[in-house]
């Protein structure tokens, strides 16, 4: 069956609408651009492969970063992990460069020729900068030893999603930072979704790489134990069983504050928690978010005090407590829902990978999910 998204198998995830794309993009000015390597096959050779790997890009806007900050913040749920540059983004509450996404042991290499293109590109010459790189592990299928990404893909990376181009629609499944990566033992890797209202947008871009089979739940059918014997037992199927790690980057154009931003940030694990995941010991759990600031808060202010009103027609403006922010229920969800979706397009658009030493990662079998999605009454037709 043909890769598809979530939506085109008839999955409608959460109430809220979606973006035009269902995608980060959505949110008005940032950008994705995606940098793949797959070279070679057979047995693993150090430094030489094979290779699957790549790393993502996301930008906030066109513009120079650093001299144009947007407010950031970070959430680590658990941290077993490489990423750099979060503890200054909680500091500082401002992101200065465009977040880079890859595989573990690319990350310092990422983050040098960052440096490079903020350098070249940007003529940006700080006494200190600090570029933003997330990671997950994908030595199951790809020579992460080699350390294959460096300045040639971070440069094609950022200046694709400087383009127009990558402002539309993402590329999803077996590309840049997701191209080795694995999920619930199928083959994983970058997915995004987005959520909209009248009064804000926001959108999510996951790397996928962490659960097992068994926890899998889609649309809250037990999918992972209905496909328990899928692809299992062939040859050099089985990975050593870890939890794994996920990167999530969210974007909005609601001018929050860091310390809101913060709290958005966190509900994005209630979205992972939806797909199976428990958080294990071993994961590496992030969360950056963004804001490029071009809605106000007031008119969501309004409307979730016109809707409270009719719940408590005596209440004034008067009587909101200026501490008070269950407006921000509307943004929660939206966060929790496109990190859910985000997930199962990731799943659904990842392609069956061989990598190195015969290593193999399946796809989900979209044929038998849309059978079980059917037995369980989710699907119509």
């Not at 570029?131 to 992460?144: A, H, I, K, M, R």
Request: charged share 25%.
């Amino acid at each position: 069956m043909k890769r598809v998204r979530a939506r085109d198998l008839g999955i409608q995830i959460g109430e809220m609408e979606t973006g035009s794309y269902n995608a980060i993009t959505d949110v008005k000015g940032v950008g994705v651009g995606h940098s793949t390597i797959i070279k070679g096959e057979g047995p693993l050779i150090r430094g030489k492969g094979p290779i699957r790997t790549g790393v993502t890009a996301i930008t906030p806007h066109d513009r120079d970063t650093y001299r144009e900050r947007v407010k950031a913040s970070v959430h680590v749920f658990n941290g077993y992990g490489k990423s750099l540059g979060l503890d200054q983004i909680r500091q500082a509450g401002v992101l200065e460069t465009p977040i880079l996404s890859t595989d573990t042991w690319n990350v310092w290499r990422v983050a040098d020729a960052c440096f490079d293109y903020m350098f070249e590109i940007y003529d940006v010459k700080p006494i200190s900068i600090n570029p933003v790189v997330g990671e997950t592990q994908g030595s199951f299928l790809n020579d992460s030893w080699g350390r294959h990404v460096g300045r040639k893909e971070v440069y094609e990376a950022l200046n694709k999603a400087r383009s127009p181009e990558g402002k539309r629609e993402v590329e999803e499944g077996n590309v840049g930072g997701g191209t080795p990566m694995s999920g619930y033992e199928f083959k994983g890797g970058i997915g995004t979704a987005s959520r909209k209202t009248d009064f804000f947008t926001l959108g999510v871009l996951v790397q996928l790489n962490f659960g097992q089979r068994r926890d899998l739940m889609i649309d809250g059918v037990p999918m992972g134990r209905e496909l328990a014997e899928y692809g299992m037992g062939a040859t050099r199927q089985e990975a050593p069983s870890r939890e794994g790690s996920c990167m999530v980057y969210i974007a909005t154009d609601l001018e929050l504050s860091c310390r809101q931003l913060g709290k958005v940030a966190r509900r994005a694990m209630l979205g992972l928690a939806r797909t199976g995941s428990h958080g294990g010991d071993t994961s590496g759990d992030y969360i950056i978010a963004f804001t490029t600031g071009e809605r106000s808060i007031e008119d969501l202010h309004m409307h979730n005090f016109r809707e409270m009103k009719k719940k408590n027609p005596e209440l004034t403006i008067e009587q909101m407590p200026t501490t008070q922010e269950s407006w921000l229920n509307y943004v929660y969800r939206a966060c929790i829902e496109a990190t859910e979706e985000s997930i199962i397009n990731a799943l659904f658009k990842a392609e069956t990978m061989t990598g190195r030493d015969g290593n193999t990662r399946y796809g989900i079998p979209l044929d038998r999910v849309k059978e079980i999605l059917k037995k369980y009454g989710r699907l119509n037709g």
